[in-house]
């Protein structure tokens, strides 16, 4: 309830960057509620009734909103992690090679795009939706050591128990979760490792904090959502201003980014993206990485120590 209080941790960035900035995509198209995908009918289908406009909407992002987006990290040089639907990449592994020759880091949002908590099968059905997503990704990609992290979002309670298990089973190292939304400055910090609950050596699950706030599904939200570009723009240079600032003053920090292709891949929409990495780049001071990389310097620096004390007494 703390976390690190008044007194962040002072560290550097590579090359002495002053904020670590993650452009995470969430990438749902293809892997969303339909028959298709053999689960329910998605939000806002008529009962009983596939509402294929609803699902031409999500097919805007692999077919239009996707190839922008990559142009554009393309263009600046900059490589963004993947909170991948699975099913979702497996629809779509035309975009695997892309992927993998931008540096991208294959991170996992889920199986299919289900909700863990309704799976009447319990843990063992779980078990079983992660350790299809490890092969999907793996045969989508090509690549033997993905997903490095997850971010469910609606995962059950023993969920980290889960990735954790069926990661060793399968090989596949499990860097972090950003299953939080725990800290305001999206600073990286450790819990307690989920085998601990088996009576083995605790070695620390590095959590990466996952943000709501700059975050592109408030283009769809009432009230506090983005009218236009501008509005988005504004909200991510604004924190960056700030968490530099920060930064130069000895304690650097992380900004995460979150995006969707159907939704930030409207021409009108992307421009925001485009300002803010054109704003990013004019300051010469930011470190422009993916989850994974900022999972290993992180580590590297402050390697776990495990608590002095029992969290419950």
């Known amino acids: 309830m703390v976390g690190y209080g008044m007194t962040p941790p002072s560290f550097e960035w590579p090359n002495g960057a002053k904020i670590a900035i993650n452009f995470s995509i969430e990438w749902h198209e293809g892997g969303e509620n339909s028959v298709d ?20 909407l999500y097919e ?23 909170w991948t ?39 063992e059905e779980e078990a079983r939706h992660v350790a299809q997503a490890i092969d999907r990704l793996r045969a989508a990609t090509g690549l033997q050591n993905v997903p490095t992290g997850w971010y469910y979002g609606r995962g059950t309670l023993y969920n980290k128990h889960i990735l954790a298990k069926v990661h060793r089973d399968k090989g596949v190292p499990l860097l972090y979760s950003s299953d939080t939304y725990a ?3 999206y600073l990286q910090y450790y819990v307690e490792h989920p085998f601990t ?4 050596e605790d070695e620390g699950l590095l959590m ?40 130069r003053a000895g304690q650097p920090k992380m900004m995460t980014i979150a995006l969707h292709s159907r939704i930030i891949g409207r021409p009108g929409r992307i421009t925001a993206i485009r300002r803010f990495m054109e704003h990013v780049q004019n300051s010469g001071e930011a470190w422009v990485t993916t989850r994974d990389k900022i999972a290993h310097h992180f580590r590297e620096h402050f390697p776990y120590q495990a608590p002095t004390r029992t969290l419950h007494e």
């Open 85 to 123: 639907n699975a099913r979702a990449l497996e629809a779509t592994s035309y975009y695997g090679p892309h992927l993998v020759a931008g540096g991208h880091d294959i991170a996992a949002h889920g199986n299919r795009w289900i909700t863990q908590t309704e799976l009447l099968g319990g843990p």
């Open 60 to 82: 805007y992002g692999t077919r239009a909103g996707l190839p922008r987006v990559l142009r554009l990290f393309q263009e600046f040089g900059y490589s963004f992690s993947t």
């Open 197 to 200: 609950l088996d009576g083995e």
């Open 208 to 247: 990466i904090p996952y943000s709501l706030t700059n975050n592109d599904h408030r283009f769809y939200t009432k009230g506090a959502g983005f009218a236009c570009s501008d509005d988005f723009f504004n909200l991510l240079k604004a924190e960056f201003d700030e968490l530099l600032e920060e930064g």
């Open 183 to 185: 800290d305001s400055l």
């Open 37 to 56: 995908n053999e689960a329910a009918f998605h939000r806002g289908a008529y009962e009983g009734r596939r509402d294929l406009f609803v699902e031409s």
